[in-house]
Protein backbone atom coordinates (compact mmCIF):
# COMPACT_ATOMS: atom_id res chain seq x y z
CA UNK A 1 0.00 0.00 0.00
CA UNK A 2 1.28 3.62 -0.55
CA UNK A 3 1.00 6.70 1.43
CA UNK A 4 1.62 10.22 0.71
CA UNK A 5 1.49 12.77 3.49
CA UNK A 6 0.24 16.08 2.69
CA UNK A 7 0.37 19.06 5.35
CA UNK A 8 -1.86 21.78 4.29
CA UNK A 9 -0.42 25.15 5.49
CA UNK A 10 -2.29 28.94 5.57
CA UNK A 11 -1.12 32.29 6.06
CA UNK A 12 -3.61 33.49 7.20
CA UNK A 13 -4.82 32.97 10.63
CA UNK A 14 -7.23 34.75 13.13
CA UNK A 15 -5.32 33.98 15.93
CA UNK A 16 -1.83 33.64 14.61
CA UNK A 17 -0.57 34.82 11.58
CA UNK A 18 2.09 33.58 9.57
CA UNK A 19 2.07 30.92 11.73
CA UNK A 20 3.30 28.46 9.42
CA UNK A 21 6.64 30.59 9.17
CA UNK A 22 7.44 31.60 12.65
CA UNK A 23 11.22 30.84 14.46
CA UNK A 24 11.33 28.47 15.97
CA UNK A 25 15.36 28.11 16.84
CA UNK A 26 16.84 28.71 13.43
CA UNK A 27 13.74 26.85 12.01
CA UNK A 28 10.24 27.40 10.68
CA UNK A 29 7.66 25.77 12.03
CA UNK A 30 6.64 24.53 8.79
CA UNK A 31 10.18 23.55 8.04
CA UNK A 32 10.21 21.19 11.82
CA UNK A 33 6.85 19.28 10.70
CA UNK A 34 7.99 18.66 7.42
CA UNK A 35 11.13 16.77 9.16
CA UNK A 36 9.68 14.85 11.54
CA UNK A 37 6.89 13.52 8.72
CA UNK A 38 10.12 12.73 6.32
CA UNK A 39 11.89 10.99 8.62
CA UNK A 40 9.16 8.10 8.27
CA UNK A 41 7.77 9.01 4.86
CA UNK A 42 9.07 9.45 1.59
CA UNK A 43 5.91 11.13 -0.33
CA UNK A 44 5.90 14.36 1.84
CA UNK A 45 4.25 18.01 0.44
CA UNK A 46 3.02 21.23 2.08
CA UNK A 47 -0.33 22.43 0.68
CA UNK A 48 -0.22 25.91 0.90
CA UNK A 49 -2.10 28.99 -0.61
CA UNK A 50 0.52 31.77 -0.11
CA UNK A 51 3.39 32.20 -2.10
CA UNK A 52 5.76 32.80 0.91
CA UNK A 53 5.65 29.62 2.30
CA UNK A 54 5.55 28.04 -1.03
CA UNK A 55 9.05 29.72 -1.38
CA UNK A 56 10.12 28.68 2.28
CA UNK A 57 9.48 25.17 1.74
CA UNK A 58 11.40 25.36 -1.72
CA UNK A 59 14.14 27.21 0.31
CA UNK A 60 15.07 24.25 3.12
CA UNK A 61 14.50 21.69 0.09
CA UNK A 62 10.83 20.48 0.79
CA UNK A 63 8.02 19.97 -2.01
CA UNK A 64 5.24 22.17 -2.15
CA UNK A 65 2.06 22.67 -4.31
CA UNK A 66 -0.11 25.86 -4.28
CA UNK A 67 -3.94 25.24 -4.35
CA UNK A 68 -6.90 27.50 -3.70
CA UNK A 69 -7.33 30.34 -1.04
CA UNK A 70 -11.35 29.16 -0.68
CA UNK A 71 -10.74 26.04 0.89
CA UNK A 72 -13.15 25.87 4.27
CA UNK A 73 -10.68 23.15 5.59
CA UNK A 74 -7.27 21.50 5.10
CA UNK A 75 -8.93 18.41 3.95
CA UNK A 76 -10.32 20.01 1.66
CA UNK A 77 -6.65 21.70 0.66
CA UNK A 78 -5.49 18.20 0.93
CA UNK A 79 -8.18 16.74 -1.94
CA UNK A 80 -6.59 19.48 -4.69
CA UNK A 81 -2.81 19.18 -3.57
CA UNK A 82 -3.16 15.00 -4.15
CA UNK A 83 -4.99 15.65 -7.08
CA UNK A 84 -2.92 17.91 -8.58
CA UNK A 85 0.33 15.86 -7.52
CA UNK A 86 -0.25 12.29 -6.13
CA UNK A 87 1.05 9.53 -8.16
CA UNK A 88 -1.78 6.85 -7.59
CA UNK A 89 -1.25 6.27 -3.59
CA UNK A 90 -3.99 4.22 -1.75
CA UNK A 91 -4.15 6.49 0.98
CA UNK A 92 -3.80 10.34 1.70
CA UNK A 93 -2.25 11.39 4.94
CA UNK A 94 -3.34 15.02 6.52
CA UNK A 95 -1.08 16.15 9.02
CA UNK A 96 -1.41 19.52 10.62
CA UNK A 97 1.11 22.54 9.69
CA UNK A 98 1.13 23.34 13.51
CA UNK A 99 2.58 20.35 15.08
CA UNK A 100 6.41 20.66 14.66
CA UNK A 101 6.90 17.64 17.58
CA UNK A 102 4.59 15.27 15.66
CA UNK A 103 6.61 11.51 16.43
CA UNK A 104 7.03 9.20 13.26
CA UNK A 105 5.49 6.24 15.48
CA UNK A 106 2.27 8.54 15.39
CA UNK A 107 2.29 8.43 11.75
CA UNK A 108 3.02 4.94 11.70
CA UNK A 109 0.10 4.24 14.12
CA UNK A 110 -2.16 5.94 11.84
CA UNK A 111 -0.63 3.86 8.56
CA UNK A 112 -1.32 0.73 10.41
CA UNK A 113 -4.90 1.60 10.46
CA UNK A 114 -5.28 0.53 6.98
CA UNK A 115 -3.58 -2.99 7.25
CA UNK A 116 -7.66 -3.73 7.82
CA UNK A 117 -8.73 -3.39 4.44
CA UNK A 118 -12.41 -1.88 5.34
CA UNK A 119 -10.79 0.93 6.70
CA UNK A 120 -11.93 4.12 4.80
CA UNK A 121 -10.98 6.90 7.11
CA UNK A 122 -8.21 6.85 10.14
CA UNK A 123 -7.29 8.78 12.77
CA UNK A 124 -5.35 8.93 16.31
CA UNK A 125 -6.22 9.57 20.25
CA UNK A 126 -4.83 10.11 23.28
CA UNK A 127 -5.94 8.63 26.56
CA UNK A 128 -6.51 10.94 29.33
CA UNK A 129 -4.44 10.06 32.06
CA UNK A 130 -4.94 11.26 35.46
CA UNK A 131 -2.47 13.74 35.87
CA UNK A 132 -3.74 15.41 32.82
CA UNK A 133 -6.28 16.95 35.42
CA UNK A 134 -9.98 17.92 35.18
CA UNK A 135 -9.20 21.51 33.73
CA UNK A 136 -7.97 19.32 30.44
CA UNK A 137 -10.90 17.18 30.53
CA UNK A 138 -13.20 20.21 30.23
CA UNK A 139 -11.43 22.02 28.01
CA UNK A 140 -13.54 22.63 24.37
CA UNK A 141 -10.78 23.14 22.45
CA UNK A 142 -9.66 19.44 22.84
CA UNK A 143 -12.34 17.20 21.26
CA UNK A 144 -13.09 14.13 23.27
CA UNK A 145 -14.02 10.38 20.77
CA UNK A 146 -15.92 7.24 22.00
CA UNK A 147 -15.19 4.45 20.23
CA UNK A 148 -16.73 0.88 19.49
CA UNK A 149 -15.44 -2.59 20.24
CA UNK A 150 -14.14 -2.17 16.47
CA UNK A 151 -12.01 0.77 17.61
CA UNK A 152 -14.10 2.76 15.58
CA UNK A 153 -15.31 6.24 16.59
CA UNK A 154 -18.61 6.70 17.60
CA UNK A 155 -18.61 10.48 18.08
CA UNK A 156 -16.60 12.97 18.74
CA UNK A 157 -17.47 15.90 20.80
CA UNK A 158 -16.09 19.06 22.77
CA UNK A 159 -18.44 18.24 25.22
CA UNK A 160 -16.78 15.24 28.02
CA UNK A 161 -18.48 12.21 26.41
CA UNK A 162 -19.49 10.08 27.82
CA UNK A 163 -21.34 11.61 31.04
CA UNK A 164 -20.73 10.02 34.27
CA UNK A 165 -23.81 9.75 36.04
CA UNK A 166 -23.57 9.42 40.13
CA UNK A 167 -20.27 10.24 40.10
CA UNK A 168 -18.27 13.24 41.10
CA UNK A 169 -16.89 15.50 37.95
CA UNK A 170 -13.60 15.44 39.92
CA UNK A 171 -13.52 11.66 39.93
CA UNK A 172 -13.93 11.10 36.41
CA UNK A 173 -10.52 10.56 34.97
CA UNK A 174 -10.39 7.94 37.75
CA UNK A 175 -13.29 6.18 36.97
CA UNK A 176 -13.25 5.54 33.01
CA UNK A 177 -10.89 6.22 29.90
CA UNK A 178 -11.63 9.11 28.27
CA UNK A 179 -10.22 10.00 24.97
CA UNK A 180 -8.70 13.22 23.70
CA UNK A 181 -8.55 13.65 19.67
CA UNK A 182 -5.32 13.88 18.19
CA UNK A 183 -6.27 16.18 14.88
CA UNK A 184 -4.49 13.62 12.06
CA UNK A 185 -6.32 12.08 9.64
CA UNK A 186 -5.91 9.81 6.42
CA UNK A 187 -8.11 8.76 4.12
CA UNK A 188 -8.18 6.36 1.25
CA UNK A 189 -7.93 8.33 -2.09
CA UNK A 190 -11.16 7.61 -3.34
CA UNK A 191 -13.19 8.89 -0.38
CA UNK A 192 -11.28 11.62 -0.01
CA UNK A 193 -12.79 12.62 -2.94
CA UNK A 194 -16.32 11.84 -1.91
CA UNK A 195 -15.87 13.49 1.89
CA UNK A 196 -14.95 16.82 -0.07
CA UNK A 197 -18.31 16.89 -1.95
CA UNK A 198 -20.48 16.27 1.45
CA UNK A 199 -22.43 19.30 2.41
CA UNK A 200 -22.16 20.68 5.63
CA UNK A 201 -24.14 18.43 8.02
CA UNK A 202 -26.57 19.78 11.52
CA UNK A 203 -23.63 17.68 13.58
CA UNK A 204 -20.88 19.34 12.38
CA UNK A 205 -22.14 22.95 12.34
CA UNK A 206 -23.56 22.43 16.06
CA UNK A 207 -19.94 21.12 17.28
CA UNK A 208 -17.36 23.03 14.58
CA UNK A 209 -15.81 19.70 13.80
CA UNK A 210 -15.91 18.58 9.86
CA UNK A 211 -15.12 14.59 10.70
CA UNK A 212 -18.92 14.90 11.99
CA UNK A 213 -20.13 15.32 8.47
CA UNK A 214 -18.32 12.15 7.30
CA UNK A 215 -19.90 10.01 10.37
CA UNK A 216 -23.28 11.65 10.03
CA UNK A 217 -23.21 10.71 6.44
CA UNK A 218 -21.94 6.98 7.06
CA UNK A 219 -18.64 6.82 6.52
CA UNK A 220 -16.60 4.96 9.68
CA UNK A 221 -13.34 6.39 11.06
CA UNK A 222 -10.86 3.95 12.16
CA UNK A 223 -9.24 4.94 15.47
CA UNK A 224 -5.45 4.08 16.41
CA UNK A 225 -4.37 4.78 20.00
CA UNK A 226 -1.12 6.36 20.99
CA UNK A 227 0.32 7.45 23.92
CA UNK A 228 2.54 10.14 22.68
CA UNK A 229 1.50 13.84 23.38
CA UNK A 230 1.36 16.24 20.42
CA UNK A 231 1.79 19.87 21.29
CA UNK A 232 -0.14 21.93 18.76
CA UNK A 233 0.34 25.78 18.51
CA UNK A 234 -2.82 27.73 17.68
CA UNK A 235 -1.49 31.15 19.52
CA UNK A 236 1.81 33.01 19.99
CA UNK A 237 1.33 31.72 24.06
CA UNK A 238 1.28 28.28 22.20
CA UNK A 239 4.43 28.92 20.55
CA UNK A 240 6.65 30.21 23.55
CA UNK A 241 5.54 27.18 25.61
CA UNK A 242 6.78 24.99 22.62
CA UNK A 243 9.60 26.83 22.46
CA UNK A 244 10.45 25.94 26.32
CA UNK A 245 9.54 22.43 25.22
CA UNK A 246 12.21 22.62 22.33
CA UNK A 247 14.75 23.67 24.33
CA UNK A 248 14.56 20.96 27.17
CA UNK A 249 14.37 18.48 23.76
CA UNK A 250 17.82 20.18 23.05
CA UNK A 251 19.24 19.64 26.81
CA UNK A 252 18.81 15.86 26.89
Known amino acids: MKFIAIIPARYASTRFPGKPLVDMRGKTMIQRVYEQVSSCLS????????????????????RAVMTSAEHRSGTDRCREAYERIGGGEDVVINIQGDEPFIQPRQIEDIMACFDDADTQIATLVKPFT??????????????????????????????????????????????????????????????LAEITRLPQSS??????????????????????????????????????????????????
Not at 43 to 62: H, N
Not at 233 to 249: C, G, K, N
Request: with cysteine; net charge negative; proline share 3%.
Open 43 to 62: SVYVATDDDRIYRAVEAFGG
Open 130 to 191: EADGEAALFNPNSPKVVLNSRNEAMYFSRSVIPYLRGCDAGQWLSHHTFYKHIGMYAYRADV
Open 203 to 252: LEKAESLEQLRWLQNGYRIKVGITTQETIGIDTPDDLERALLFLDSLAKK
